[in-house]
């Protein structure tokens, strides 16, 4: 079942995974009746924030990644063998994970965590998760300019692209549909195969075909009937996800740079 699509789907579903196990029990300290001032909850909270940054902006991004490779497939299914082969996928999403993190370093610099003295008679210390002597430098500068990057890089470009993709990739689909058929029309009109007694194939151009319908099995792009219908199934399935992808991201997107 090793696809480019599958390959990009494991990357996301790993990065989905890191996101929604790792808040979990962010979630369950905050219902839970706790003491949160301790140094070891301080950590946790530093490592939380960075963690679901880090593990959420690679989510999307490989989202992005999905609907390209499957715009390619579906738009321009004669460059798919060339551009969506299961190596460039790999290397894409190897890329992806590598590549945020080293990106994320300014935020890592945003907080820090800060201790403040109880005025209580056990004279303990609280610590908190604030923003950094570093974020708080220059007029706020780095906290302003992570934001700025937050909202651009993390949510409204990538929810620019998905409203430009999911509609040119449903118009390929209508498109394909279409074309299939006015082929099957024309096919019954001719009482046979395109390629009959009366259409001459040289062997070159018959091995090229079959040598194109085997990257194309590989892709998950097929011309078997059954198969077309399993790809199209596919194909809605992944536009279904782009559609929910932008439904949720593009408010935040939109509130955090209203905040900005």
């Known amino acids: 079942m090793e696809t480019p699509t599958n390959v990009i789907l494991l990357g996301l579903a790993i990065a989905d995974l890191l996101v929604v ?3 979990v029990p962010y ?3 905050s219902l839970v009746q706790q003491d949160n001032s301790t140094w070891s909850h301080a950590i946790y909270l530093l490592i939380h924030a960075h963690l679901s940054h880090v593990c959420h902006t690679i989510a999307i991004w490989l989202t992005i990644m999905l609907g390209v490779t499957r715009w390619i497939a ?3 299914p004669h460059q798919a063998p060339k551009l969506c082969t299961l190596p460039y996928c790999r290397r894409a999403v190897t890329i992806v994970y590598v590549i945020f993190p080293i990106l994320a370093t300014p935020f890592f610099l945003m907080y820090a965590i800060t201790s403040k003295e109880d005025s209580s008679e056990t004279k ?3 610590y908190l998760v604030d923003f950094s002597s570093i974020a708080l430098a220059q007029d706020c500068l780095l906290i302003k300019v992570n934001f700025v990057i937050f909202t651009v890089l993390v949510k409204l470009v990538p929810c620019l692209l998905l409203t430009l993709l999911i509609p040119t990739i449903i118009k390929g689909m209508w498109k394909a549909a279409t074309r299939r058929r006015k082929l099957t029309s024309r096919r019954r009109c001719k009482g046979g195969h395109p390629n009959s007694k009366d259409v001459p194939v040289t062997r070159s151009a018959e091995r090229l075909r079959a ?3 085997r990257k194309l099995t590989i892709l998950g792009i097929t011309r078997n ?4 219908n399993a790809t199209e199934r596919t194909t809605q399935m992944l536009v279904l996800l782009l559609v ?3 439904i949720t991201e593009a408010p935040q997107g939109i509130l955090v740079f209203l905040s900005v």
């Open 211 to 213: 040598s194109f319908r």
């Open 244 to 246: 929910l992808f932008l």
């Open 74 to 76: 579906v738009c321009h």
């Open 225 to 228: 009937k059954q198969e077309e």
């Open 27 to 29: 979630a369950s300290s």
């Open 21 to 23: 196990g790792e808040y």
């Open 124 to 126: 303990s210390a609280d």
